[in-house]
């Protein structure tokens, strides 16, 4: 699959990583002669935090490079993405080409934040709006607005890398995420002015607040829950009136004086001007990954989609347990990962070994699973977040209630950093007694102890069970 990217800014970038990191070869068209710096800059941080988001591997990424006119970018395209400046009179012509060089079953998409399709297409270019959120690698949802089917195939797409397409029903100006942006920046703006807060205190009121709870519950959630048992009826009936206060200045915007742009620039400078651009984004990321890595245990929100997405990637096949990207997290002080989390390793590549022999979540459902009782952990080299970690497991005795497992982790240049060896007992989950396995998971074991037969004992083996 192709993606050709019209225009390498943030926004572009963004997209490239998306597609690259999710296997698609990208071809990026911009006559920015800064435009292979930028957009590498912005995939060194996409590659330190996508694959960070899940426990398995990513596809391995596609081809980039970068194209001297339209027609080499978007040549056998399967989806064009335009992210040139918010002006018509650039998009119109730019858009014009493309629906001229695209293939016709390419999708053809707009990062446009306001623009409406009718605005887009009324010199005959064929697109929807596709806009998506900053920074596009990481954040799920785009909005699609435009001819049905066009944004159905859209959203078909999509799907494929992780993002969440949401479909506009009508059309309207600046959508629908950019019209709650607006609305808070217009009040932000005001609270500024009128001296009753500056730009960090506004920053702290979102994200020590209403921000997390708007992460995994949205607003009309957030407001039933805040009805109590009565839900929203109730809340309604209670804060309803309020909408007729004069709590906000909504319809009223402040001039943007001299003066005013100054104040905001010069708190935000105070408060964000010790961290780079570049160190600002590293940070954002790292906490988007936290928080979408902590909604993606419950399924809620941007997390659901990440779960999701990652059921749909392929799962490591036999010896192979374990096959992921070292997160952030897992690192310490030291700079490499915390023994802990070679443990965790360890443990994942025991679940997956349990899923090949059918222990899998059907099985634990019915009542039945193995319990961790000992494990033995050798450190052998360092791994870093970003490194490729991969777990390669031998099973040393499948017979009766016991499972011997022996997984050695390796990193992607295939130094063995690290061994860990576990026993575990089959256990009724019922009277949470040792009991013998599900005939299926039996046959399965007796099958794989009899193919590994001939196999030698590995290189450390032996330190637990004794």
Not at 152 to 158: D, I, K, P
Not at 165 to 170: E, F, G, Y
Not at 248 to 257: A, W
Not at 370 to 398: K, S
Request: net charge negative.
């Amino acid at each position: 699959m192709k993606a050709a990217i019209i225009g390498g800014g943030v926004i572009g970038g963004g997209w490239a990583a998306r597609f690259l990191l999710n296997g698609w070869d990208v071809v990026i068209h911009d006559p920015d002669p800064e435009a292979e710096r930028k957009i590498g800059e912005v995939l060194e941080n996409a590659r330190r935090a996508l694959p960070s988001l899940y426990d398995t591997a990513l596809p391995s990424e596609g081809s980039l490079r970068f194209a001297k006119d339209l027609a080499e970018a978007c040549s056998d395209a399967d989806w064009v993405q335009e992210s040139v400046p918010e002006r018509l009179d650039i998009k119109h012509p730019i858009l014009a080409q493309i629906t001229e060089l695209a293939p016709e079953h390419a999708v053809i998409g707009s990062s446009t934040s306001g623009f409406k399709p009718s605005e887009l297409t009324a010199k005959g270019a064929r697109v929807i709006v596709a806009h998506p959120f900053n920074p596009v690698y990481l954040l799920p949802l785009i909005e699609l607005v435009g001819d049905a089917d066009h944004c159905a195939r859209a959203a078909t797409v999509l799907e494929t890398v992780g993002m969440y397409p949401l479909h506009v029903r009508k059309e309207i100006d600046a959508h629908i995420a950019d019209r709650f942006l607006e609305a808070v920046w217009r009040e932000a703006l005001w609270l500024v002015k009128d001296g009753i807060a500056t730009t960090e205190e506004i920053d702290e009121a979102i994200r020590m607040g209403f921000g997390l709870r708007w992460a995994q519950m949205g607003l009309f959630e957030t407001y039933r829950v805040a009805g109590g048992e009565a839900g929203m009826k109730h809340f309604m009936a209670q804060f309803g009136p309020c909408l007729s206060w004069p709590w906000t200045k909504l319809m009223d915007v402040p001039e943007f004086t001299e003066e005013l742009v100054d104040l905001i620039a010069g708190q935000s400078d105070a408060q964000s001007g010790h961290m780079s651009i570049r160190e600002l984004e590293r940070l954002r990321d790292d906490n988007l990954v936290g928080i979408m890595r902590a909604l993606k245990h419950s399924g809620s929100g941007a997390g659901g989609v990440v779960a999701r997405h990652e059921a749909a990637l392929p799962r490591a096949e036999a010896p192979v347990t374990l096959d992921r990207q070292v997160p952030q997290a897992w690192t310490d002080y030291n700079g490499h990962m915390n023994e802990t989390h070679y443990l965790e390793a360890g443990s994942k590549a025991s679940d997956r070994f349990m899923e090949m022999v059918g222990a899998d979540a059907d099985y634990i459902a019915s009542g039945l699973s193995y319990f961790t009782v000992e494990n033995h952990v050798r450190y052998l080299d360092e791994v870093h977040a970003g490194d490729r970690l991969r777990a390669e497991t031998r099973m040393l005795d499948g017979a009766g209630k016991k499972l011997h497992l022996f997984h050695t982790l390796y990193r992607g240049d295939g130094t063995a950093a690290a061994t860990v060896e576990s026993l575990l007992l089959h256990v009724d989950l019922t009277t949470r007694k040792t009991c013998l396995p599900g005939p299926a998971v039996a046959e399965a074991l007796a099958k794989l102890a009899e193919a590994q037969a001939d196999l030698p004992t590995p290189e450390g083996a032996g330190k637990v069970g004794r």
